[in-house]
Structures are given as C-alpha cells and as structure tokens.
C-alpha cells in the first residue's frame, strides 16, 4: 500500500527486463490481462526432454506486472513441466521481495504466474483449478 | 469567493483528522465517492438514537416523525435541483438503479424491434451497459454520439443521429473521466424536437453545480447520494410527473401496493409506487441533510472553487515534464476532474508511490472503457477535487509525482 | 437464561433513553423494524470518520481498508447462517429486492408457460406481489399452501400440489404475523423430491433464531438487515453457488462487469456480479456489526427470550376480558410476533390511544391481506418482541390496554 | 399522535353515530375505502330544491372515521350542491376538535370528506380534484 512494494529488485527488472519477447514455435504458450488495469502479459516456453530449455514474456502494464513476469521467467529455466506446475505464488513473492502487497497490487503481481498456470495446464491437457494462481 | 474562503470547511470532515504512517489524507478521489461532514454523519446517528422506526405506516409518534424525516429530505432534494413537485422524485439505491430503473420499465412499454437508443461515447459503464441488455433483449439499435479527444462531443451531426427510429436519448451530463460538460438543454430540445425521450445522467453534475430539471427538461434525470456528501447506498431518479405516473412499477413488496388479494395487486401512488420494501431511510435523510450543507455553501460557489482549483492546478502542472492533462484544451469543464499520464509510468505504479504519501487517486478506466480506448490509452490517473480540497493538496500531488519519477527512473 | 439477564441490555439501545411527553419509549413494533445497539450506530460512524472511500477499485490505503471491511461484513454474515462460501452472499436493499432479483432473473430462463409456482396464503406482499407480476408475464400459474386459522399451514396435500408443472416454492421461514414457525426444512425436501427449487423468505427468522442455509438446503434465502438490528437500506440474497454462477445479472453498470466495449459486456465473478454501482457499502458494515451483537448474545438464547416473554404475555392477558391472540393454538412459534383483537375495538385507536401512552405497536393489515382475509379481520393490532424488550413492557402494554378500553367506552 | 384525539365529541359521535343507514332512491351516493386500514364510508343524500334534505352514511372502522362522518353528515343537512362541493376539511377539523390529528390518522378523519366530494363531484359531473379531501 506505499511505494515500500518497489522494492529494488523490481525496479531492476522492470527498467531491464530479462526474457522479453516471443517464442517461434513454443510448446507451452498462453497470454491474460488483468481487466481492471489492461495489464497483459504472455509466455512462449520451449521445452527439452520435459525441462525448460527456453522462455519468453511479452506484454505491457504496470513496474509491478512487467517485472514480476521478468523474475518470474528467470526462475523457471530448466525447471521440468511438473514444477512448472507446482510452482507456488509464495516462491514468486518471496523472491519479489514483497510478500504484503495488498488486495489491490497483488493480482499485478500474480499475472505472470496465472499465465503460466494457464499455459502448463493446457499443455498437461488437465483443467485449470479455480483460482491459478493460488 | 476565492479558493481560501472554502480552507477552512476541512474541519466539518473528521477523515481528514485521521493520519496514515503520521500523514494526513490528501483525498483527491471525490469523483469515486465523497468524504462526509459532520452535519451528515450525525444526522444518521442521530436518527438511530432518536426517531428509528419503519416508515408510512405507523401510527406512533417516532414513526411519524421518522416518516416525516424521510419526505421531508425529499423535498429538498426536489427543490435543490428545482422540481415540479417532490413526488416526482423516486429514491433508488444509486445513480446506477435508477438507470435500470428506466431501462427495465419505461423502455419495454415505449420501444419496439428496430428503434434506437442513442447514447455518447463517454458514457460511465452504469449508463451504457443497461442498455445494450435491454437492446439485445427488445432488438433495439444503439447508436453513439462520437467524442473528440479534447472530450467534447461531435454535435454537427445530431439530425442524422436523432432522424428515423430513434426514441430515447441517454447521454452524461459530466464526464467522470474529463469533467466535460455536456450542452444537455440544446440536445435535449433538438431530441424532444424528434420526439425522443431523455434521460440524463448527472451523477457528476449534481454534486458539482447548480442544476435546475425544469430548465434542462429532461425527463428522466439520475444522480448518486455518495458522490454529494451523502451516505452509502442512496440515490435519485427524477421523472416528469406524466411519464412517472404512466409507468410500470420496477419492484415489488411492501409499501408499494394499496391492496392486494392472492392473484392481484393495485399500486400506491407515485413516487411510493416505485419504492418497494422498507427503504433506506437514513440514507434518504442524511442525502437530505448533505444538500444543507451544500445550500449553505451555495452551488455557484462550489462551482467556482473547483473551477479555481483547476486552473491553480493546470498552472503549477504546466511545467513537469511529461505531464498530459486529458481534455485540457476543453473549456466546458466542470474543474472537478483532472486525469492526466505521467511519462509512460503506469497509472498503478503512480497511484501506489502517491499512497505511499498518502494521496489518494483512482487508476484504471474509471468505468469508462470505451473512452478509454478513444483516448488511446488502457488506463488514465484522474485525480478529482470537491469542496474540501484546497491548493495545498495540489501542492502535496506535485510533490508526489516528483516522488513517482524518482523512484521509478 | 432468563429474561432478567437480557434486561440490562436496554442500555445499548440509546432510543430507550429518548422520553416522549416525559415517558420512555415501550418499542413493541421490532417485526417492522428493530432499534439498533451503540455498537451498530458507532460502527457506521467510525466508517464515515475513518475509511469511507469507494470500494474494489481503489489503490490507496482507505480504499484497501473499507473493501475489506464490506467483504468481512459478507464474511460475517455468511458465517452467521453457515453458508458453504461467503460467496454465495449477495448484498441487496432489503429482502424484497432480493426476491425481486431471483424474480425477474431465475424464473424467466427456467420456467416456461403452463408452469406453477407456489406459495402460501400467510405470504407478505413482497413474497407474493412479485410472483404474481411474473406469473402474468410468462403465463405462469400461481398455486397456494393454505393455512389454518391457527396460523399452521395445511401440508397434507403437498404431493398434490407439488407434481404436475411445479416449479418453484417460495415461503416465509416466519409469519409476520402471527410468528408461527414453517417447517421449511421437512416442505424443501420434499419439494425437492419433485425438482422444485425453492426460496425461503427468511426476513422473520434470521433475527430471532439460528438458522442453517446448509441444513435448510434452500437454493434461495432472504433476509432484510434493518430487522435484525441493522443499518437501513441492506439486505442479503444466498443463493447457491452453482445457481447463482448460472444466474443472468439483475441490474448492470459498475462494478459488475469486468469488461465493456460499446456494444458488449462481460461480467465480473460471483457475487460482485448482481451488485451493479455503488453498493451501500456502510449498509453491509453495520449489518456485520448487528450480527456481532446477535452472536454475543447467542441466538439460541434471543429465542429463548422471546419464547418466555411471549408466554409470560399470554398469561398475564390471559384474563383480559375480549382478548384475543391470533395463533395462539399454535405452538410452534418464535414468540418475537403476538397479533391480538381486543372487543370490537379498532386496531388503529388501540394503536393511537398506546401510542398516547408511548407504547408503539402496529395497527393494520401488515402487509399480508391475503392473510388477514382468512383471519376474517380488516387488521389486526401487533406486538411484536425482541432482546431489548422485558416483562415491564408488556406490563405497560397491559396497563395501556386498560386506558384503551377506558376511553373508547 | 396520543389519545388527546379522542376529544368527547368524537367518542359520543362513536358511540351514538347519528345517520347511521342507508337511502333509498338517494340523488348523491357514493362510497370509498382507506385501502392501508381497510375503513369503509358511504353515503347517501336526498335533495330538494337542490337543498340536502337527508343524509345517511354507512361503514366500518376506527373511531375517528366513524364518528367523523356522524359529524359530517349532522353538518350537511340544509346545505345546498354548491355549499356541498365548497365545504372544506377546515370547517370538519374544527368541529371534530382535533385541528393537529397527524398525518397518521387524518385520512381516517377525512375519509368521510372524501366520499362526499367523490359524490357531489360525481352529481355535479365535474372533474374531481387531485386530492378532493382537501
Ligand atoms: C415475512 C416478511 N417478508 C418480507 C418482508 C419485507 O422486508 P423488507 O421491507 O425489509 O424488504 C417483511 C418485512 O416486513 C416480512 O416480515
Ligand atoms: C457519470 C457517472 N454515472 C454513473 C455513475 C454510477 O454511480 P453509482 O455507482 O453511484 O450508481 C458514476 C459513478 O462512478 C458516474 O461517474
């Protein structure tokens, strides 16, 4: 609820961000908005032999989503599709670095991971829980 | 009356005695909701301690004082925005009921297949989506009145709009995105001129100037308590006594028959007619009591403090860097409303590091997502000014947009 | 417990201080509408002097801080009548718009021409009036549970009434007017039984014993805050979860969507979804607060104390020449309504001449003139019990009759 | 809004009701109800040379609606059309001697009124006011 949220890391993601772009031919891939602000944020993944070998987001909105899908993809390299999905908002928050965003800011925050949540479900062909990104 | 005569009224609203993180609220979301004065927030507790009790029927003395308190506020809201008669206002919960109020009542019994409803391209959420449900559901056509970028409407062309089956006309009279103000009374009189009916939406004018019903001759005509100073949860619909007394009810209950048998109903009068169950009294009362105390400060001056605050605003801003004001080249503004970008920052990010100094204002569509889109942006900051803002809040927001730049490059 | 220990408690209520011509107020109209406690009262102030911003939307602390209090309010009472999920909860005005709402929502995508609904004839006119607008609209038949002259409904033919084209049963949990006690639970199975989904119009039972929406197994519940020693203008819909997900909106504009283009909308989850606008958001937080106020005392024990008042009523009326309670043959009633006759004197002077002695009791009709009919009076005069009443009220009751019957002969 | 109303011309009205009945062949007859309460009031008048020259009423209800239209109709007799339509709610309060009744119960006091216009009006066949009680 104050400018406590941009925290360095952050800021350092959203005024470089790694893993930008898009994917040709990727085996996961899925894309969301946040209707309430217009945030949009989508992933392209390759995968080698179940592992992450390659991972793209693409998007636009606010320090908060941008820079969280930014770590968000630096941490999922070489992870395999079941830790994919499996990995948990705590894990992202943590390394955030910001774990009391608020009601307000935290669905910026989760949108990276919802997308991915969306993309590895279809991926794995099982449907999606009800909220993803919990 | 300059903006100083009004600094001292921050007293009569205990919320800017509260302090976050030891700093006091800088409330530039009035556009969203009002803060409440004293006046008002006794008025309800004074209510439940003394006259509570459920209204019209009772035949004992709180009742029929409560009663009393309940038509009462009525009538001041009728001459506060100068009606015909009292019993031609209906208390809703909101701005946006008593829209769907008309759309679920009127428009059935007056439209058919292939006519239109006219609507603007600015139109709050609440003014647009009842409608196209309604249209879908009768096969009726929507048709816009377009905007230009500086948030006024393109008007040249109302003939060709208002020509063949066009049949009602629901437009904002003030923009919740820009403060635009629209020329309701010329529209409204070309429309009647097609025989189109018309309903306007004055959630943002009301509680921003001085409006007279009779002159605007709208006939239908909405506003939210919330947004003047008022409680939670109360609204106004006003209606020409004609149509008003023509229409269906909308809900049904209690309160709203004169006599009922297993398979039949008659209605009561208007406006009772259209006020089913046990209303909400204390809202009625204490929107009653918000209008004294804006009599008190006189709409016209109301008016001019916001327009002062504007441009005290428009002046200090004009020199940061980057800084867009949306709809700033449009005279016909109300001055209530400032939405602005700041650099390609977000309008969360900005919203957020201004929370962190304790300033609140709204980010995002505002409920306005088409306009949105017209202005080219997803999102807009919009920091809007009532009577209690003076040209130190607009000191603090600059601060705090220097605060956002630093922290975000 | 016993009544004793609830007769402190007069002291929460400040309207009890309030004196008329130098008498205290003997309140025996809660079934109309129920005092409220200092910490409801309070609860709505400190709203208004501490968070009062616009909820859902907001980035700013105050906004954060009142969205949560209007969720924990929906939390609160979700908890208080053991729904599976907060969720389920939808805020309206009162319990006839949330009728109204499933009215004009649930019935025209599941019920088609030829198709009955059913009710009974103890019905308030805002669980009767509504479904025989619908039942006009979509040719729909109207079928109806009779009643007794004790006030207990007849059920023996419920299979009859309940094969063929039944669709919908909606029921008081509680008559207004006589208090009797439906077994909603044994009619909803069987209604079940036949695929008939079914609405409790709980408005008289939430106040005055705990109730179980999972146990009862109701796919609709109603009930109105202000009866219950709530704000005014709040009320609360459970539904359901998989009916409420499938459920068309009732009203549309902000807040319910969760994106618009001009001509399309898509909605917003449940149960932000059938709350369009502004909510009446300190409505709901002082409705969390009575319900906080209830489950201190506990409910078990708040029935317990309208049961001994209203048997200690009976007895000391008991030698009341041409005294009559309606109902009293029943024993299975909350004890919170006694409805009487007294000589062939009109209910309205028995009302006017107590009032004389500030005693507040209801004369007439009661919304519910199908009932009445069957009562074979025009009106009745109605007591009617909550905490805060003790035996001294019904003591003055009791000596006010005297001075009734004094002056009119 | 307490039993002060209850003045004693309006209790020896209640309980000795004078012109109490009904007509036969009355020239003015009309009958209404107050729909919240369920009081019912007719009445019936024989005229000659246009001049009341017989006045029942008939009803049921509260005390004040009853003894008020006794009252009434003991007013009426000698009275002309014209005097009939004139006659105003002040002159019946005045008598009743109950000026401050209260919105509450005025209708009751006044439904009698009421049903005199809704009559005379009718007789006379001119349109009746909004609010012909008053
Ligand atoms: C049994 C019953 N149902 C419904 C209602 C309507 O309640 P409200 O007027 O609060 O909508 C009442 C209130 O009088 C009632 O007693
Ligand atoms: C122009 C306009 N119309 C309608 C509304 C809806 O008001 P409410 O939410 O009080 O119904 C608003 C409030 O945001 C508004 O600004």
């Known amino acids: ?134 | 009356m300059s903006i100083s005569n009004f600094q001292d009224i921050k007293k009569d609203f205990p919320i800017f005695s509260r302090k976050i993180n030891g700093k006091n609220i800088i409330y530039l979301d009035s556009a969203a909701t009002t803060q409440k004065p004293n006046e008002v927030i006794n008025s309800i507790s004074d209510y439940y301690k003394n006259y509570n009790s459920n209204i019209h029927r009772g035949i004992y003395s709180i009742s029929i004082e409560a009663t009393e308190l309940y038509e009462n506020a009525r009538n001041t809201l009728a001459k506060f925005i100068n009606a015909n008669s009292s019993r031609e206002l209906v208390f809703t919960r909101n701005a946006t009921e008593a829209i769907n109020l008309v759309a679920n009542t009127w428009i059935p019994s007056n439209l058919k297949e292939g006519d239109s409803i006219i609507l603007t391209e600015m139109e709050h959420h609440s003014n647009l989506v009842p409608w196209q449900i309604i249209a879908k559901k009768l096969k009726l056509n929507l048709k816009f009145i377009k905007i230009q970028t500086d948030g006024s409407l393109i008007l040249d062309n109302l003939e060709e709009l208002f020509k063949e089956n066009a049949k009602f006309l629901s437009l904002t009279h003030v923009s919740n995105v820009l403060g635009t103000i629209n020329p309701i009374k010329d529209i409204i009189s070309k429309a009647h001129n097609h025989g189109i009916t018309t309903l306007v939406d004055a959630a943002q004018s009301v509680p921003h100037m001085s409006v007279d019903v009779q002159t605007i001759d709208s006939d239908f005509f909405v506003f939210s308590g919330h947004k003047m100073l008022g409680p939670s949860g109360i609204g106004v619909l006003h209606t020409k006594k004609k149509i008003l007394e023509n229409m269906e009810p909308f809900l049904y209950g209690g309160d709203m028959i004169s006599n009922v048998s297993l398979n039949d109903a008659q209605w009561n009068e208007i406006p009772w007619k259209f006020e089913a169950g046990t209303p909400n009294i204390v809202g009625a009362i204490g929107l009653g009591k918000a209008v004294d105390y804006l009599n008190n400060l006189g709409m016209s001056n109301v008016h001019k403090h916001e327009q002062e605050l504007y441009s005290y605003a428009v002046e200090k801003f004009s020199d940061l860097k980057e800084f867009k004001i949306f709809g700033l080249e449009n005279k016909n503004s109300t001055g209530c409303v400032m939405s602005f970008s700041y650099s390609d920052f977000h309008p969360h990010d900005i919203a957020s590091i201004l929370d962190g100094e304790s300033i609140a204002v709204r980010a995002g569509h505002h409920c306005a997502q088409p306009l949105m889109e017209k202005l080219g942006v997803p999102a807009t900051t919009r920091a809007s000014f009532y009577v209690y803002n003076d040209e130190s809040d607009i000191d603090k927001l600059f601060d705090g947009l220097q605060k956002v730049r630093s922290v975000l490059t």
């Not at chain 1, 993601?13 to 989508?42: E, F, M, W």
């Not at chain 1, 998007?59 to 941008?66: D, N, V, Y």
């Not at chain 1, 669905?107 to 590895?120: E, F, P």
């Open chain 1, 1 to 134: 609820m104050s400018d406590d949220i941009y925290k360095e890391i952050i800021l350092d993601h959203y005024r470089n961000p790694r893993n930008k772009g898009k994917l040709t031919d990727p085996d996961i891939s899925a894309q969301d908005n946040n209707p309430v602000c217009g945030d949009r944020i989508s992933i392209d993944i390759t995968l080698k032999d179940n592992v992450v070998s390659d991972i793209k987001f693409d998007g636009e909105g606010c320090a908060i989503s941008q820079s969280s899908a930014s770590i968000l993809t630096d941490m999922l390299m070489d992870k395999t599709v079941d830790e994919l999905s499996k990995f948990t908002k705590d894990e992202l928050l943590e390394e955030l670095g910001t774990p009391s965003l608020g009601p307000a800011r935290i669905k910026c925050a989760l949108l990276s991971l919802k997308v991915l949540k969306i993309g590895t479900y279809q991926y794995l062909g099982t449907e999606l829980p009800e909220d993803p990104e919990n």
